[in-house]
Structures are given as structure tokens and as C-alpha cells.
């Protein structure tokens, strides 16, 4: 599938707070499309109306059954093109004052569903309530008296594959993605609304405050503007943390943590949360994303970090400006180097995470491999995750450089120690990865060789390979 | 203070002879007029004031149309704006750089619709010159002013941004333009490409400068070529393309192209000089391993202060001195971004202290040299006792120095040896 296609391009951008699901989002349909009935345009717009300002405590289903009464009523009694549609009562309002009549049975009922509904299916267990609790809730078209088949199913297997293609793990079941999108879409909610809560004030000029009190959600890309029943708040997300610490301790799921923080970062995001709990999020998700070699998500967290380090205090900012460093010796960008260089301070050089990866910095700078790998057995806190990163790439360079100094051959014990291998094995190895295994002469157990000439051409290319951007490395 | 009715006047007979450059003078703020201009007229009054003023009477020459005229009413009216609030904005106090910003602003948009729907001639470049520069120099003022107003919010040059996005509007017409060479904007370009350089580099977006060379080379067989446009379009253009060399790490070509810039600068301008050999002089060294002279130092100032120290203690071979030099102006150095390049010197330097070690040894077959030996020379020259020397880094060291060809020969590791080239073991330096 083309990635202009993936599932999430079926969801079109809401423009208010109300439930809104794609089918009624999209335009009345025009009169031809139902053969004999055609529409007064005051109608249309009638309609509009109704669906532009429901507001988050109603049924929708309730309001589109009431609507298709008072449409159908009008067309039973022909009066629909007389009729002052522009002054008539919207159906929620005709429903509320229903209600006030009949007194509040309906809504408690529908909040108990709702709630259940809206679990989060983490467990399998789980998912068969979802499933079994979860009728299709798309309505139909508003002019349409039957469902279209095609609009109704379209979403749905494209969310599904596009989920199938996205994640690997067994853990979720596929409906519960399904579940999440919905709920994005088409919420439903119960809880209470503060009292002059407009649903149809517009989205995306303020932070949303977030009224769910689910710890776990899963992360969900949002392609419109957040629902306050779906984002959780503050006092939600600290149990959220403790939780998601306590899990990562015992089960070490990373796919899971990784999506669980993704939606923290989401919730945070959307309600303009920018605090010392923010930083310490950001932080986790970025030890827990470098532990695991995740480096793309390690990067975001990390540039919202340092957006975060100048506004917020708090958090281990010492330790994110090492690593920072280190990883900007990864990807061998010499401007952003030298860019970040100027924008230390001295008393931030001298802490212990950044000295460290300054003197690793010179060490590179100067092909300084057996400083470089001394300070890589020695590396503060999780740094040696990230030297990981490069240290192969390194370790060939030195490989080239001393390939061309050394004749007729070094040991492998020497090797060993100047290029930090744990064991003589690993080293071999190593070697033998890069296609040097024929560069290798046993004169007995103890003692194996690599034989420099021979090995040289073999290590200069390697170097050639993993510097293929920036070929001036080594060089001076 | 001049009259303001000179600006008018200055106008009508530069635009009479067609020269462009003496227009260009007009609207800059520098010219003598330009704080009387601000008492010229009042906000309400400005259209129908500058009217009267530019064209009086009614008559439209040197315009030939009521809409050639409106054109220039409208950017004289925004050029009274950027006056107004530079020298009576903030309630009178003057420099009020935001308003003057939004003016700027104005007034840039009417030239580019000068240039793009109302045919304005090529003679009238020099107007667009000093409108885009005046445009960055205003906003690059204004950004300042909302900078230090919000001193939370993180550092943002918000209409800086906004001016490149004009900037580069103004670059798009010169190189579209289809008229024939002797009549086309195309000779616009490379000042208005150093435009553009000068505020990515500002932004700290470099690499947004390779669109515009992109855009540049695609129409390369379009354009006239380099050597004709004036010098002083080519010499920042080679400035900055090296500088965009310089810093992707790619010292031959920066090499040439600073070199050009340098070889075509104009002989007065000492502080174009320097500018050019801040990055230069470091770019040079490595790529050639070259030091300039002292005497060649000494013409600049600035580059004396900051490069004199480093490069004679490489000369000579002072580890120590190298190191404390470097550090002393690390700041500076980062900040000129010169700092990873000039750091490479150290090899050099190491280079010439080995060479001397070497030298200096008193022993009959000079080509056996014990690590041993190397690493009391190195713990001489860094002022550091030998125990504290490791060995294994010396050696490291000298197998840098082997595999970049700074010194010839090889290591036997097992015997602690060196074995030197007998002829030229170090390259390129005298014996």
C-alpha cells in the first residue's frame, strides 16, 4: 500500500469538538444520490447545524434517530419545502427538552456502556469486551437510508492493515487499535463537563484539558483535534509513570513502554504541559529508547528535552548535554559539532557527562583510538549505549590506521587491548566480520596474528564505507 | 537637517538618467534626508503628501503612466513609514524597529511587484539591492527587540524568517527572468544569493544556502558568465560558497574559493581581508600543512591576535604551547568556526616535534628510533614528566602519523621500534 494510503488518511480533520465520525463529516449528499427525494437547501443546512453542535454529553444516536423522525415527519406530511427550517429546533434540543420532561433515566445507562467501552485493550482478555461491546457506531449518512457498504467497511480494513504492517507484537489485538481510533473519532462522554463547556467552540487555540482516568492508553497519531475524554490529566499521568516504571522493571516490554510513553508525550503535548514531570517523561522514554538502541525515538526525545532545559527547571539536564554530544559524534555532523560546542558554557563543560564526552570528542578528533577506547571502558552513566553506536565504525578506522603502520603483523592480544574488546574471541570475530579471516595467522594458541599488509586494503575500504558522507574523517 | 524634499528631488533626476545606483541612495537610511523624511508628513496624510511631492502638478515624469507613478507613490509611502518609525516611532522616541519591520516589509513586497508585474527595467536593480539588505538588516533589529522582550522564550528570529522568505522572492525573479542578457534581472542574482547566504547563516540554517546554489547551477548555462558581473557581486558569492565548503569539511574547495575571494577583494578593505582569511588561513593548514608568515600576519591585526599564537607553537614544535594557546581562544575559535579545523594543527605540531626528537638523536643508524626515545621528546615538548606519558598512546600517535604520511616508516610493535624512512622520513619539511 502506498503510504499516501495508510489508514489514518480516511480520518478528515474535525473542525469542532463534537462526535463526529468520517461518514457524517463528509457533505449531505446531493438529491440524485437517492433517487426520488430531493432536499430544500435550508434543509441541508439544518442538518449541518445539528451535526456542527452536538454537544459531548448526548447521544448521537439518539439526535440522528430524532433527526430522521423530524425529516421523515416532514416529508410524510409535505411540508419539507414550506417549512422555516432555518427556525425550527435543532433535534438535541427538542431531545433535551424531552428529557427534562421525562427526568434523567437514559444517561446513566449510557455512561456505564461508555465507560466499559472505553477500556484500554492491553490484555487479550480484554478485547473481547471491547468487540463484543462495540457495535459499529458509524452512523450513516444523513440523506442515505441505507448504509453503503463501501463507506462503512473502508476504514476499517485499512486501519487494519496498516496496523498489521506497523506491529509486530502479539500483544494487542488488532480491534483494540481499531477500539483507539474510534475512540478518537467518536467518543462518546461521560463524564461530567464543566458548566459552560461549548462543544462547538472551535479546537487549537488553547491547550485541551484532559478528562480520562485510564492509566494505560495506546498511542494513536492524532489526525484532528484532541478529545478532552481521551487525553489524561496530569494527576493521571504521574500514576501513568509509576505504573509504566513499575511494568518496565518486571516485564521489559519494549514495545509496549514505547507506545505508553508515546501517548504520555501525546497527552502532555496537547494540554501544554511543561513542567518538572514533563522533563522526567521525556527523560525515561529517552534512557529506556537509548538501553534499546532506538535511536529515532531517542532523538525526539532529546530535542524536546533541550527545548524544555531552557524553559523548565529541573531534571538532569548534565547528563542529556553528554549524551548529546556523543551523539552528535555519531552522525560526524562537524558544523552541528562545532555549533554546540559554542553553545556550552563552562561551567556545563566541566560537569561530568559533557567533560567525558569532550575528551572523547578530542580523542576522535586527533584518531586518538587508544585514548578512545579507554574513555569508552569508562563512561558515565548510559554514554556507553551511545559510543556503542560508533565504536564499530571507530574500531575500523584504527583497524585502517594501524594496518598501514604496523609490519609485518600485530597480535591479537595487543589488538585486544587497544581497541577495547572484552576477549581475545571477540576480537577475532570482529575481525573475521570484516572479512579479514584470511588475514589471520596462528603460530599457536596464544599467539594469533593479523598480518597488516594484507589487511590493509580490506580495513581502508571498510573505512571508506562507514565514512561514505563524511570521507575527510582521519584526515588531516 | 537636509530637507526632505531633496529625497524627491534625488529621485526624480536619478530616475531622469536612469542611474539605478544614485536611486538605490534615496532608500537607504543612511542618506542625509532620511530623519527629516519622518517629519515630511503624517501617517494620515503620507499618499496624498508624496503625491504632491514626487510628482507635482500631476505630471508624471519621469513615470510614464499614472500606474508607474502609483507604484513608486506606494513604495515612497512605506519608505516614510520606516523612517517614521525609526525616528518618531515608540511615541516619539524613535526605533521602534518592529513597526519599522512591518514598513520594511511593505515596501519590499511594492518593489517586488515593481520588478514582476510592472516591468521595471534592470537599470533599477540597485533599488532592490538595498531594499532586500535593508529588509535583513531591520529585521535581524527587530528580532533583538522581541528577543529581549520575552527573555523565556526560547532565542527565535521570527522576522529574520520572514524577510528570507521575501529575500528569496526577490532571488526567484532575478534568476527567472527570460529578457535578453544587456536588459535581464539575471544580473541581479549573486548579490541577491549573498543575500540569502548572509541570513541562513544568521539563522544558523546553512544548509538551506545549497538550494540556492542549486537553483543557481540549474541555470548556470542561462546566465552570464561570472567573470562579467561586477566585483563586488563575485567576491562575497566566492566568500560564502567557500565558507559553505569550509564548513562541510571540504578544505580543497574551500581553499579555492576563499582564495579567489581573497585574490579579488579590493586592497583597501582590511576587513573583508581578515574575513576571508579567518577561514583561509585554518583551511590551509589542513589542507597544505601551510603557516603563514608572521610579517604576512602582521598586516591583520585581528588574525594576529587570534592565530599567532597556535601557529607558531605548530612551527616550532611547542606541544604545550599549542594546547594552551587553543584552549585560551577555544571560545572564539568555536564561535569563527574554526575551532575542529584549527584543532587538526595539532598533528603538525606533533609532527615537528617528533622531526626534532629525530634530530637531535645522536646514535649512527638514525632510521631504528625506540618509542621510548619519541615519547621523552613528546614529554619534553608538552611539559608533562615521561611517566606520565603512556607509551601506548605514543604509539598510537606515531601510527596516526605513518597512515596520514606525515612520517615515513613503520612500527615493530613486539620490538618498540620505529623503523624510519633512511630518506625523507618526514615529508615535506626540511632536513
Known sequence: MPPAEDGFTQVKARKNLTQTDPNVETPPKPPSNSGKRTFPDALKQYVARTFETIPVGQDKEDIEAELKRIITDAYEKDVVWTLQWQSMPLPQELLKRRKEQDGNVQTSETSNKDSDRFKFGIAPTRTTVVTTATPPKTSPPVFQTTYSPKQESSPVTKRKSTYSKLEDSELFEKRARLDVSRKFSASAAPPPLPKDYRSGEPQGLGPVVGRCTELEKRYFRLTSAPNPDAVRPLHVLEKTLALLKKKWKSEQNYNYICDQFKSMRQDLTVQHIKNEFTISVYEIHARIALEKGDLGEYNQCQTQLFSLYKTVKGGYADEFRGYYLLYLLHTCNNSDINEYLASLTPSEKKTKGVAHALLVRAALAQGNYHKLFKLYMDCPGMGAYLMDLFIPRERIAALAVMCKAYRPDIGIKFLTDELGFESYRECVEFLCENGAENCLQSIDADNIRLLTPQARPIFEAKRAAAYSKIDIKGQI | ?431
Not at chain 2, 517586488?112 to 527595467?121: A, D, E, T, Y
Not at chain 2, 522564550?153 to 524577510?163: S, Y
Not at chain 2, 577561514?279 to 600576519?297: G, K, N, V, Y
Open chain 2, 1 to 431: 537637517m537636509a530637507d526632505y524634499r531633496l529625497v524627491y528631488r534625488s529621485f526624480r533626476d536619478a530616475y531622469h538618467q536612469r542611474r539605478g545606483s544614485l536611486l538605490a541612495k534615496v532608500l537607504t537610511p543612511t542618506h542625509p534626508c532620511f530623519s527629516s523624511l519622518a517629519w515630511s508628513a503624517t501617517p494620515n496624510s503620507k499618499l496624498r503628501d508624496i503625491w504632491t511631492e514626487l510628482f507635482p502638478n500631476r505630471n508624471y515624469a519621469p513615470c510614464y503612466t499614472e500606474t508607474e507613478a502609483k507604484g513608486w507613490v506606494d513604495v515612497f509611502a512605506a519608505w516614510f513609514e520606516v523612517s517614521y518609525a525609526i525616528e518618531r516611532g515608540n511615541g516619539g522616541r524613535g526605533r521602534d524597529w518592529e513597526k519599522a519591520y512591518e514598513a520594511m516589509s511593505e515596501m519590499t513586497q511594492h518593489v517586488l511587484r515593481g520588478f514582476q508585474n510592472s516591468g521595471w527595467p534592470n537599470w533599477l536593480l540597485p533599488v532592490l539591492y538595498a531594499v532586500c539588505t535593508n529588509l535583513r538588516l531591520i529585521a535581524i533589529k527587530a528580532d533583538h527587540v522581541l528577543v529581549a522582550r520575552t527573555p523565556d522564550k526560547p532565542e527565535k528570529w521570527e522576522k529574520l524568517e520572514d524577510a528570507a522568505r521575501l529575500v528569496n522572492r526577490a532571488f526567484t525573479i532575478c534568476l527567472g527572468d527570460r529578457a535578453a542578457l544587456e536588459d535581464s534581472k539575471k544580473w541581479g542574482v549573486y548579490f541577491m544569493a549573498t543575500i540569502m547566504f548572509k541570513t541562513y547563516f544568521k539563522l544558523n540554517q546553512i544548509s538551506l544556502c545549497k538550494n540556492v546554489q542549486r537553483a543557481l547551477n540549474a541555470q548556470k548555462s542561462d546566465l552570464p558568465s561570472f567573470d562579467d558581473f561586477p566585483r563586488s557581486h563575485r567576491v562575497p558569492y566566492l566568500y560564502f560558497t567557500g565558507m559553505i565548503y569550509f564548513l562541510d569539511s571540504k578544505y580543497a574547495e574551500a581553499e579555492t574559493y576563499l582564495s579567489d575571494a581573497y585574490r579579488m577583494c579590493h586592497p583597501d578593505s582590511i576587513h573583508n581581508q581578515t574575513l576571508i582569511l579567518t577561514h583561509l588561513i585554518p583551511c590551509r593548514l589542513a589542507s597544505q600543512r601551510a603557516i603563514p608568515s608572521e610579517a604576512f600576519l602582521r598586516k591583520y591585526p585581528d588574525l594576529h591576535r587570534l592565530y599567532f599564537g597556535v601557529l607558531s607553537a605548530i612551527q616550532h614544535g611547542r606541544l604545550k604551547e599549542f594546547d594552551e594557546a587553543l584552549e585560551a581562544s577555544e571560545d572564539e575559535l568555536v564561535k569563527k568556526r574554526v575551532f575542529l579545523t584549527l584543532e587538526r594543527g595539532r598533528q603538525i605540531c606533533l609532527r615537528n616535534v617528533l622531526r626534532k626528537t629525530w634530530r637531535n638523536l645522536e646514535q649512527d643508524d638514525k632510521t631504528k628510533v625506540h618509542i621510548e626515545t619519541f615519547r621523552i621528546g613528546i614529554a619534553l615538548r608538552s611539559g608533562t614528566p615521561v611517566q606520565d606519558v603512556d607509551i601506548e598512546e605514543v604509539e598510537c600517535l606515531l601510527t596516526n602519523m605513518i597512515a596520514n604520511g606525515l612520517m615515513k616508516g613503520y612500527i615493530a610493535h613486539e620490538r618498540g621500534m620505529v623503523v624510519l624512512s633512511a630518506k625523507d622520513p618526514f615529508p615535506g619539511t626540511p632536513l
